[in-house]
């Protein structure tokens, strides 16, 4: 099966805010069944899945509903990805046919033709290549830990870590987080704050080694794989401002992190980043405040 996202006019987009959650739930559903008349499809081939996306990028909020479309693998039928194009066609000259006549269709914006949304299998080649990268970080890791016994070798992983987590949440702002807009300021905020903290302090205690993120510092004493960069040692004044700009940054990342889980809840369609940025995240989280324990009992 696929899934299809019809956007509704604003006009639509207004009567629809103001039903209550149960009478969205009928509209949805009503919906389903007057476009299984007009397509024509069978009624059970269309069906809504309840809650909404907003839109607002024609300047307007407008409301995102989402249908899934069942396959069949009778050839005399016909197949979801031709109910949607059919769907399309239809809107496309929506004034002259059935669309206008009920109640519900006759919200739909012509100007935004049925799109499919992604399933994870779009994602599968960033998956694999996800998962090859982690293997091989495990085995050199491995490896490391039992040429290098002496060496914090998991400092190298963290800041790979916390690279990759600062992509995904810039990316995650940028293209994402507008689609629950109560949020895109808060995220943006965060985001800001929080980076220039990190690089600012970054520089100020080393301005040659590194610089973006401030729990990245800790590589550079881990004396990974005993490479001389990564033997670099920290007066103690440093170590306890890397510390401490550390739980400031666990500070920003909570919400942040609380952010995410509130885009989960309010959003249907799926998209890799912001999945990828939430476990990210949660695991920079986890990770600092295991460590700040263990740093504050020693």
Same mark, same amino acid.
């Not at 996202?5 to 207004?14: F, K, N, V």
């Not at 307007?60 to 066609?89: E, G, H, M, P, W």
């Not at 998962?131 to 040429?147: E, M, N, R």
């Not at 989960?264 to 949660?282: D, K």
């Given at each position: 099966?696929?899934?299809?996202?019809?956007?509704?006019?604003?006009?639509?987009?207004?009567?629809?805010?103001?039903?209550?959650?149960?009478?969205?739930?009928?509209?949805?559903?009503?919906?389903?069944?007057?476009?299984?008349?007009?397509?024509?499809?069978?009624?059970?081939?269309?069906?809504?899945?309840?809650?909404?996306?907003?839109?607002?990028?024609?300047?307007?909020?407008?409301?995102?509903?989402?249908?899934?479309?069942?396959?069949?693998?009778?050839?005399?039928?016909?197949?979801? =990805?031709?109910? $949607?194009?059919? /769907?399309? @066609? #239809?809107?496309?000259?929506?004034?002259?046919?059935?669309?206008?006549?009920? %109640? +519900?269709?006759?919200?739909?914006?012509?100007?935004?033709?049925?799109?499919?949304?992604?399933?994870?299998?779009?994602?599968?080649?960033?998956?694999?290549?996800?998962?090859?990268?982690?293997?091989?970080?495990?085995?050199?890791?491995?490896?490391?830990?039992?040429?290098?016994?002496?060496?914090?070798?998991?400092?190298?992983?963290?800041?790979?870590?916390?690279?990759?987590?600062?992509?995904?949440?810039?990316?995650?702002?940028?293209?994402?987080?507008?689609?629950?807009?109560?949020?895109?300021?808060?995220?943006?905020?965060?985001?800001?704050?929080?980076?220039?903290?990190?690089?600012?302090?970054?520089?100020?205690?080393?301005?040659?080694?590194?610089?973006?993120?401030?729990?990245?510092? =800790?590589?550079? $004493?881990?004396? /990974?794989? @005993? #490479?001389?960069?990564?033997?670099?040692?920290?007066?103690?004044?440093?170590? %306890? +401002?890397?510390?401490?700009?550390?739980?400031?940054?666990?500070?920003?990342?909570?919400?942040?992190?609380?952010?995410?889980?509130?885009?989960?809840?309010?959003?249907?369609?799926?998209?890799?980043?912001?999945?990828?940025?939430?476990?990210?995240?949660?695991?920079?989280?986890?990770?600092?405040?295991?460590?700040?324990?263990?740093?504050?009992?020693?």
């Amino acid at each position: 099966q696929i899934t299809g996202i019809i956007r509704l006019t604003s006009d639509g987009s207004s009567y629809y805010l103001s039903l209550s959650s149960v009478d969205q739930q009928k509209f949805n559903k009503q919906m389903a069944t007057d476009l299984s008349y007009i397509i024509p499809v069978d009624v059970n081939r269309i069906t809504p899945i309840n809650g909404f996306e907003k839109d607002i990028s024609t300047g307007t909020l407008q409301i995102l509903l989402f249908f899934n479309i069942k396959d069949t693998t009778d050839l005399s039928r016909k197949s979801a =990805y031709n109910i $949607s194009q059919d /769907f399309n @066609t #239809l809107l496309k000259y929506k004034k002259y046919n059935a669309l206008m006549n009920y %109640n +519900t269709t006759s919200l739909i914006d012509e100007n935004y033709p049925m799109t499919i949304a992604p399933f994870l299998r779009e994602y599968l080649v960033l998956i694999i290549i996800i998962i090859a990268a982690l293997v091989v970080l495990v085995i050199l890791y491995l490896l490391a830990s039992w040429k290098f016994k002496k060496a914090d070798n998991f400092a190298i992983f963290k800041t790979i870590i916390i690279v990759v987590d600062l992509g995904l949440r810039i990316l995650f702002v940028i293209n994402d987080v507008h689609k629950v807009p109560e949020l895109w300021w808060p995220s943006l905020i965060i985001l800001v704050i929080s980076t220039s903290i990190n690089i600012v302090s970054s520089f100020l205690i080393i301005v040659h080694e590194i610089a973006g993120h401030i729990e990245a510092l =800790y590589a550079l $004493s881990s004396r /990974f794989g @005993t #490479l001389k960069i990564f033997s670099t040692t920290f007066s103690k004044t440093a170590e %306890n +401002t890397i510390f401490w700009v550390g739980i400031l940054g666990l500070i920003f990342g909570i919400p942040q992190f609380i952010i995410q889980i509130l885009f989960r809840l309010r959003t249907i369609s799926f998209n890799i980043i912001p999945q990828l940025a939430l476990v990210s995240n949660a695991t920079i989280i986890a990770y600092n405040i295991l460590s700040g324990i263990y740093k504050v009992q020693v």
